[in-house]
């Protein structure tokens, strides 16, 4: 680095009387700037409802160039932050959600959560779900499961329907708004049992919120059930929602809600001792 360009980034003596010192007062670090929000712009065209999105429909919705975001999106597959998806898609990276993961009441709470869902996994053999709320639509956490199980369709850091999932369910019974969370998915049809009206979601919702159990009875996929259960806080906030996945002629469901049960007590409890010695 040569003198100048130290005495160009250098803040300003202000006992001289200088101005403060911004960003824009760099010409290297106002281009990083402008660099990383567009990034950020691009990263944000994600949603549950745009999981894979093309070069065109990137630029669209950052408003960039189509060569400007091929050679951001270029560098953010470099980095993990996308990934490729097909020929021509791109989707958000699974480092991405690792990074995420870093927060600290995510941490907090897969931390709190581990033990638990691979105990429930052990008892009943069955795929085990961690799943939240997030401001892009109910978010898988955590998942436990054998190699070539069931649901082996869903990873950590993938987002899931609302309407027609167990873990989607608890999530909307005990969300502020269940309305606008069933709005911004959608009722999309996915099987010949997949529940599309909202006053039948209703009652089935009223149902989950007075028993704290939800189910999915091949209403994802075809051949494959859930059973699903609140976790709730100190406070009788819920937290996030956990969920057993198998074969319907495999699932049991009076010893999955046991389970479940008896893993969201214990979640709850960690989570809150968590808090006491975590900083949130």
């Known amino acids: 680095m040569t003198a100048s360009s130290v005495a160009r980034t250098r803040p300003p003596d202000r006992s001289a009387g200088q101005t403060r010192w911004s960003v824009a007062d760099d010409p290297e670090l106002g281009s990083a700037r402008s660099v990383l929000i567009r990034a950020s712009a691009l990263l944000q065209a994600f949603s549950p409802e745009r999981p894979v999105l093309s070069l065109g429909d990137l630029a669209a919705c950052a408003n960039l160039p189509k060569s400007t975001t091929h050679r951001i999106a270029a560098t953010l597959v470099g980095c993990g932050l996308l990934q490729r998806y097909g020929t021509f898609g791109y989707c958000v990276g699974s480092w991405l959600h690792d990074v995420g993961m870093l927060a600290p009441a995510r941490y907090r709470l897969t931390s709190a959560a581990a033990p638990f869902l691979h105990e429930v996994h052990e008892r009943t053999r069955a795929t085990v779900h961690l799943g939240v709320c997030s401001p892009a639509g109910p ?8 190699y070539g199980g069931p649901a082996s369709f869903t990873r950590p850091g993938s ?10 369910k ?10 606008e ?26 149902s989950v919120r007075e028993n704290h159990v939800s189910y999915d009875r091949e209403e994802t996929v075809p051949g494959i059930s859930c059973v699903g259960m609140p976790v709730f806080d100190h406070s009788g906030e819920c937290l996030a929602a956990i969920s057993v996945c198998a074969p319907t002629v495999q699932l049991d469901e009076r010893r999955s809600v046991a389970a479940l049960r008896r893993a969201a ?15 949130v």
């Open 139 to 146: 978010l898988y956490l955590d998942k436990v499961s054998r």
């Open 265 to 279: 007590q214990n979640i709850g409890r960690a989570y809150g001792d968590a808090s006491l010695t975590r900083p």
């Open 181 to 206: 969370l069933l709005a911004r998915s959608g009722c999309p049809r996915f099987t010949q049992r997949t529940v599309t009206s909202r006053r039948e979601l209703a009652r089935e919702l009223d």
């Open 170 to 179: 608890v999530l909307a019974a005990f969300a502020d708004d269940d309305g």
């Open 159 to 168: 987002h899931f329907p609302v309407h027609s999932t167990a873990l989607g």
